[in-house]
């Protein structure tokens, strides 16, 4: 079976066998999720959630976090940005127990799985920027993590055979088209690479934990110190640091800070590189910025685990491999690597049994048509209405 990882909802979830079904135009303002799991042909579900006139709060307990959270995130991102919602959905999301929360962007699709059901039955017409930043408050606001606007821009700005280019800082996205494609529109599945997504058996939610917040914190930190160094007021970020005087005043920095520091440098400079490379269709230089990321990833911002390490370690020993890094953020989950799309199942059989030599539990958790998979890029977040509702105009 073929999958397509276009970072939208639908595709997404489809990796961990789901997809998210809706049905619209409920006047009495009701919420239902029916989060389904089919494990073993058990079908367990849990119905969530009641109306969408009633103002959401933020979580004050990370602890009490769970799918249905991200409904309720969605209606207070649209009630916080003075959007009107009279009418709810009934939805489902199903999927393969372990999988979720596994480095995939999966909160961030669901998220704007559900802000772009909730606008749908209300007629609100919103961008794909209004929803990146929609999605921003879901997870900043109403969850308590300190994330950007990567994941949500990938799913919403996506577009099959080109690579995003995302400036952060200005929410300003440019693209870089595959040079060993032509300019005609081409069907699915010509791109000389797939992707491989290999899954550890390790789950970690970021907004449960402290690791992704603790990171930030850091990056803030050496933003801190450095800007103080020039005496500038800018906000503690990054971003706000000229390269020259990080290379400059890098010195100051105590060692852990220096580490966040050198990631975020040296990864800036590998997106710049791996826009070009992808320009020219160069899939080995592409490949190795990627392995870059990943060392960097390890070694630099210190996030992945020992399993994680091993998973990434023999990816790119795996024929054919052109580049591997840890997924999502890094804690756990899965991760991910560009190989040849002609050797790719072979590469899948030589990670799926040589991971299950060092980690044989966790892999035996894994469902074995999910522990490694085949993909293929596709566009960006969409709604797919049933053939019904399209007739009528819906």
Known sequence: MEYFLGLCPLMILRLYSSLVNLKGGYDSGSVKIFTARKLKSQLACSITFNRVDDLQKPIENPGNINWESYARGAVYALQNSGYDLRKGIIGYISGVKGLDSSGLSSSAAVGIAYLLALENVNDLVLS?????????????????????????????????????????????????????????????????????????????????????NTRVFECKEAARALLCVLG??????????????????????????????????????????????????????????????????IVNYECGSKEMIQLHEILLKAPSVLGARFSGAGFRGCCLAIVDSEHAEEAAAYVRAEYEKVQPDLVSKIPADRRVLVCEPGDSARVILPDHDRHAGV
């Open 128 to 212: 794909p920027v209004d929803n990146i930043q929609l999605d921003k408050s879901i997870e900043n606001k109403y969850l308590g993590l300190e994330n950007g606007i990567l994941d949500p821009s990938a799913i919403l700005l996506s577009r099959y055979g080109y690579l995003t280019f995302m400036d952060c800082k200005t929410a300003s996205p440019s693209y870089a088209y595959f040079s060993e494609l032509s300019k005609s529109q081409q069907p699915q599945g010509q791109l000389p690479f797939k992707i491989l997504l290999a899954f550890s058996g390790l789950q970690h939610n970021l907004p449960k934990s402290r690791g992704y």
């Open 232 to 297: 500038c007021e800018d906000a503690p970020i990054l971003r706000n640091v000229d390269p020259g005087v990080y290379e400059a005043q890098k010195c100051i920095l105590d060692e852990n800070l220096a580490r966040r520091a050198e990631h975020y440098f040296s990864e800036m400079k590998r997106v710049v590189k791996g826009r070009d490379a992808w320009a020219r269709g160069n899939l080995q230089e592409f490949g190795q910025l990627v392995s870059a990321s990943g060392r960097s990833s």
